[in-house]
């Protein structure tokens, strides 16, 4: 079948992109100074000089013959920066741009049949692995180190963040309400619906998106589990490649990667925690427990500015509310400062001005409202 005109702008912009990465990793061989590390810059410049060569083969078969094997001008300039800064100083601006081109070949049929879709994935792990350095990664250490840890990670922030969207956003929605002079079962009704709508849209969109993550999950090691069993040696290859990103000697990463091979009950495991970073007993989580657990930790939030429209009304109920709110926020400030190591007042006051400003605003712009419909 005859190239198309798109096909042939297509060609010449795999050609481009294959001929600027053969060149860089070429210099990242020559400025790295591991061994290790010099060998998988090699290995990458010549698999992206192979995928060159299949699209110059492919523009001289639709009759565009190519002679000029220039590179770009922003690889000349990655090129100039390796070389005058070192390998590191340009590593993650590359790591970054293999990762956004690693599903470039995905729709492309000639790439995938030759195998050049899975070859860009690869490379984009590899770097993404070889970016952390040789030897033990900084955050290793600063868990090894008390003041250095996270107390309680992402479960602590995703709760403390819960809590303060539900409580900023139902403040100012009920703020707003008693601006306009609502009633204060009016205010009390809006602000459980708000409750109730924002907990249930924070639930949803955290349950597509745990969900969504464990479908993908699950695709790449069905991918992954199908490579091992098409091309055993070459998944060895990749993860040996990994092993030397890391630091390992090729002999020493070679004999590893075909130990865990060797074992087929670990194998595909082995694969999917190096390769893809995924955890297949988990696969990030349980997608309903996320859902509920996000529905909880809003709901807690958004009731605290409500609770005082349950016993009371009028301003009395609307400066109630702004108290225990401003607790609230306090609260939650100094919590963060578990994650941030700030000091708690310096986080807690800062909560607090923030929440009872867009309070403020929201219940300046509920009176101008309730003023200009009320006549």
Known sequence: ???????????????????????????????ESRPEMQAVYLKLSESEQKHAKFWREKLVTAGVPVADNSISGQAKV???????????????????????DSNAY????????????????????????????GGVAGSSIAEAEGRHRSAGGNALRAAVLGANDGLVSNLSLVMG???AELAGQGILITGLAGLLAG??????????????????????????KEELEANPEEEAEEL?????????????????????????????????????????????????????TSFVLFAVGAIIPVIPFFFTGGMTAVYASLAISGLGL???????????????????????????VAAGLTFGIGRLIGVSLGG
């Open 78 to 100: 990655l090129i100039w920066l390796a070389r005058r800064f070192g390998v590191q100083f340009v590593l993650p601006t590359i790591t970054s741009a293999e990762k956004a």
């Open 199 to 224: 907990a249930g849209s924070m639930a949803l969109g955290e349950w597509l998106s745990v969900q969504s993550s464990r479908e993908l999950y699950e695709r790449q090691i069905r991918i992954e």
């Open 240 to 292: 040996s490649l990994i092993y030397q990103a890391k630091g390992l000697s090729e002999a020493r990463a070679n004999e590893l990667a075909h130990n865990l091979l060797a074992n087929k009950d670990t194998a595909l495991d082995t694969l999917v925690r190096e390769e893809l970073g995924i955890d297949p007993k988990e696969l990030g989580g349980s997608a309903w427990e996320a859902a509920i």
């Open 106 to 133: 995905a729709n492309q049929p000639e790439a995938e049949a030759a195998g050049m879709a899975a070859d860009e994935q690869s490379h984009a792990r590899l770097l993404a692995a070889a970016s952390g350095g």
């Open 1 to 31: 079948m005859e190239a198309s005109r798109q096909d042939i702008k297509r060609f010449r912009e795999n050609l481009q992109k294959e001929l600027d990465g053969a060149a860089i990793y070429l210099v990242l061989a020559e400025k």
């Open 330 to 356: 306090f609260g939650i400030g100094a919590a963060i400062t578990l994650m941030t190591g700030r000091s708690v007042w310096y986080s807690g006051m800062r909560q607090v001005i923030f929440g009872l």
């Open 177 to 179: 309400v008693a601006g």
